[in-house]
């Protein structure tokens, strides 16, 4: 069964870089992926989509996060990562790495979050 | 972006009761649109996609239905696992938005 850990720091200081980095486990990296995704949860808030990866290396961002987001996938260890720079307090969050799989039915193709991590809770205090 | 915008934002239901949260999408997306339940302290599951599919192992108490902005999740007769937060999400483009999620409490 494959499962995916997200891993990094917990704490890190207003215009400081937040890194982190989701380990798959249990089969290799492109198992049933298409997508390799990242996804925020400010507590008692909704779900933000930060962005994603192909296998090909064509990312896709959240517009509103584009200029600081990056995505990186390391299939040599089975890794993908985030890189968030010029963090704010509003960028305290849990955030979730998930896999995004598709389906084809009836002629169309449809993607959706398949796998996630447990989520990590990263503060963003001086 | 797309926008979504879910309704209600919280309701209170009793186990048995018929429940539908709507979802409301600011420009048209087909069927590119998918459900997710999320519970306390835990990631998403996803319980829909292509508006109406049942992914494997979903009870078939929850149906999704809709096309182009308007859709619909209902839960034909609530259970006790059944209370959690529930997320429509759009993949008709390739900046993928949430709806602002519905709470489903205990009466």
């Known amino acids: 069964q494959v499962q995916l850990q997200e891993s990094g720091p917990g704490l890190v200081k207003p215009s400081q870089t937040l890194s982190l980095t989701c380990t798959v486990s249990?089969?290799?990296?492109?198992?049933?992926?298409?997508?390799w995704s990242w996804i925020r949860q400010p507590a008692g808030k909704g779900l933000e989509w930060i962005g994603r990866?192909?296998?090909?290396?064509?990312?896709h961002y959240n517009p509103s996060l584009k200029s600081r987001v990056t995505i990186s996938l390391d299939t040599s260890k089975n890794q993908f990562s985030l890189t968030l720079n010029s963090v704010t307090a509003a960028d305290t969050a849990v955030y979730y790495c998930?896999?995004?799989?598709?389906?084809?039915?009836?002629?169309?193709?449809?993607?959706?979050?398949?796998?996630w991590g447990q989520g990590t809770l990263v503060t963003v205090s001086s | 972006d797309i926008q979504m915008t879910q309704s209600p934002s919280s309701l209170s239901a009793s186990v048995g009761d018929r429940v539908t949260i709507t979802c409301r999408a600011s420009?048209?997306?087909?069927?590119?649109l998918n459900w997710y339940q999320q519970k306390p302290g835990k990631a998403p599951k996803v319980l829909i996609y292509?508006?109406?599919i049942l992914q494997t192992g979903v009870p078939s108490r929850f149906s999704g239905s809709g096309s182009g902005t308007d859709f619909t999740l209902t839960i034909s007769s609530l259970q006790p696992e059944d209370f959690a937060t529930y997320y429509c999400?759009?993949?008709?483009?390739?900046?993928?938005?949430f709806g602002g999620g519905t709470k489903v409490e205990i009466k």
């Open positions: 998930a896999t995004e799989t598709e389906h084809c039915s009836g002629g169309r193709c449809y993607e959706y979050l398949q796998r």
């Open positions: 249990g089969g290799p990296i492109s198992s049933g992926a298409f997508y």
């Open positions: 990866m192909l296998i090909s290396g064509n990312t």
């Open positions: 420009q048209t997306i087909s069927t590119y």
């Open positions: 292509g508006a109406s």
């Open positions: 999400q759009q993949t008709s483009t390739t900046s993928l938005t």
